[in-house]
């Protein structure tokens, strides 16, 4: 069974049209990760959640916002998509104690027309 | 913040041989993990490894901690095998649980 789930799996958002992403889990972590990964490259860390709190990296844009309602949800959104936000999306969990192995849900894949 | 860097970036092997994958981080760690990201993108997870060595199958892998190094060994390759291997850490220094991935290493096993 899936353990993180990500909707929808394909989305394809017109430039400069907000667009959300969505993940689940089943797993009741405490931390929810948001990776961008465009072609060929590693994927990158835009934020996360320990519970309620709100962790952004430093360079990640102010067009990048997320939301985390509860423990099983997290949202990822975009105000004003543009072409180079075109990429795959990765929503991951851990507990973050202990053994922290984190689990990757299938992503999303984004593409901006 | 820490440093993942991968070697090789690319491999090629020929179906039956066995390679070596290597990842080293910059600074003390508490988390570890490899990944092989499959065709569509997905992260499977290979091992959780901040230590010590493991071994699944035909995979293995062994951290030094001490040395800042990580080692995924593969052998007997399959064309299944084919894909990106990350390692990805979490550091002692700084905040933690920020997993942060390495560089990568695309392998392509050919029958």
């Known amino acids: 069974d899936a353990m993180v789930i990500q909707n929808p799996r394909y989305q394809v958002t017109q430039f400069g049209k907000p667009v959300t992403l969505s993940c689940s889990q089943t797993?009741?972590?405490?931390?929810m990760y948001w990776y961008q990964q465009k072609s060929s490259q590693a994927p990158k860390l835009l934020f996360h959640?320990?519970?309620?709190?709100?962790?952004n990296e430093a360079d990640t844009p102010d067009n990048f916002q997320s939301r985390r309602p509860n423990t099983s949800f997290c949202f990822l959104d975009i105000r004003s998509p543009g072409l180079g936000d075109a990429a795959m999306y990765l929503c991951?969990?851990?507990?973050?104690?202990?053994?922290?192995?984190?689990?990757f849900g299938q992503g999303t894949r984004l593409t901006v027309v | 913040g820490i440093q993942v860097e991968q070697s090789p970036p690319d491999l090629i092997l020929q179906e039956g041989a066995n390679s070596t994958l290597r990842c080293n981080f910059s600074?003390?760690?508490?988390?570890l993990q490899w990944f092989h990201q499959n065709p569509w993108g997905q992260l499977i997870n290979l091992f959780y490894?901040?230590?010590g060595t493991k071994q699944n199958g035909r995979l293995s892998a062994t951290t030094v901690a001490t040395e800042r190094y990580s080692l995924l060994y593969i052998s007997s390759s399959q064309t299944t095998d084919s894909g990106v291997y990350f390692c990805?850490?979490?550091?002692?220094?700084?905040?933690?649980?920020?997993?942060?991935f390495g560089t990568g290493t695309l392998l392509a096993v050919q029958p």
């Open positions: 600074d003390s760690v508490n988390n």
């Open positions: 990805a850490v979490d550091s002692y220094g700084g905040a933690t649980n920020k997993l942060i």
């Open positions: 959640y320990y519970d309620k709190d709100f962790n």
């Open positions: 797993l009741n972590h405490n931390v």
């Open positions: 991951a969990t851990s507990s973050g104690q202990g053994i922290a192995e984190a689990f």
């Open positions: 490894i901040p230590s």
